[in-house]
């Protein structure tokens, strides 16, 4: 089985923990069996799965990758879900518009998430509640909520609110900058957009116990639990780094997002 032809591969396979499915249903609220959650990328269906039984309304997925469809038709049979979740072997990015959907749901990369522009525009201008998974959607303005997952990530909410709530929720933000002020400082210490040396320090650190690690099995110190601390020291090196590209390209094209955001705005 293969993949859609022509289609690119938007973000690699990672499951939702229970801690984001938790908090998903948490920022969703009060939703009913009358809406319609669709899901960009459903992988193996669970999130669709959870919010089907959360909520008993009708879910749809949309995944290119063939073998992660039969995977997810396979999960849904054995959960009963057949009236309620359908999972659609298609190329996201060629997706105009999703009929009578109410609440999008997305956990893709930086990249995908910018090309979904057009899509995700559209969903939030019909009113759909949109909420992305560890990268936020610069063009759709500020998240009306965030909330932290498994200590390293977020949840983003997105969704058109009422002028008069916008005021009351603009002073609560206000005084609640007013109390976090005085721990910016920290933030920013530990911030490795803020602070670069928190990236050399890690840099220096993995590359000194590589170093040494090498230096062991050259010397031919090391046993097998040395030759698993350096395969685990690598791996952990390569996954931070790439996390810290994705996660600086996010804040970046997030920031230039929000300034197109007030041109277009002053154009207006």
Not at 11 to 31: D, E, R, Y
Not at 44 to 70: F, P
Not at 87 to 97: A, G, L, N
Not at 153 to 179: F, G, H, S
Request: proline share 3%; hydrophobic share 45%; net charge negative.
């Amino acid at each position: 089985m293969t993949s859609i032809a022509g289609s690119n591969k938007l973000a690699p396979f990672l499951p939702s923990s229970k801690n984001v499915l938790a908090n998903l249903v948490s920022l969703l609220g009060t939703i009913c069996p009358q809406d319609v959650f669709l899901d960009l990328g459903c992988g193996d269906a669970q999130v669709l799965i959870h919010i089907a039984k959360a909520y008993g309304c009708k879910c749809i997925g949309i995944e290119y990758d063939s073998i992660m469809v039969e995977r997810a038709n396979q999960n849904i049979k054995s959960n009963g879900l057949e009236d309620l979740v359908t999972v659609r072997h298609e190329d996201i990015c060629k997706v105009q518009t999703i009929p009578d959907v109410t609440v999008v749901f997305l956990f893709l990369s930086v990249q995908a998430n910018s090309d979904l522009r057009t899509l995700l525009s559209s969903c939030y201008e019909n009113d759909c509640k949109i909420i992305s998974n560890m990268f936020s959607l610069g063009y759709l303005g500020e998240p009306v909520q965030k909330l932290l997952c498994d200590n390293i990530t977020y949840l983003y909410l997105y969704e058109k609110v009422p002028i008069e709530e916008k005021i009351i929720e603009n002073v609560a933000d206000e005084k609640k900058e007013e109390e976090e002020d005085s721990l910016e400082w920290v933030k920013d210490l530990f911030d490795p957009l803020k602070n670069p040396l928190i990236i050399g320090l890690f840099h220096f650190s993995m590359a000194a116990l590589t170093i040494i690690l090498f230096v062991c099995i050259a010397l031919d110190l090391g046993n097998i639990h040395i030759y698993n601390m350096g395969a685990i020291g690598i791996c952990l090196w390569i996954s931070v780094t790439w996390f810290m590209k994705e996660f600086r390209a996010a804040v970046e094209r997030e920031e230039a997002e929000k300034e197109q955001l007030i041109l277009d705005k002053k154009d207006q």
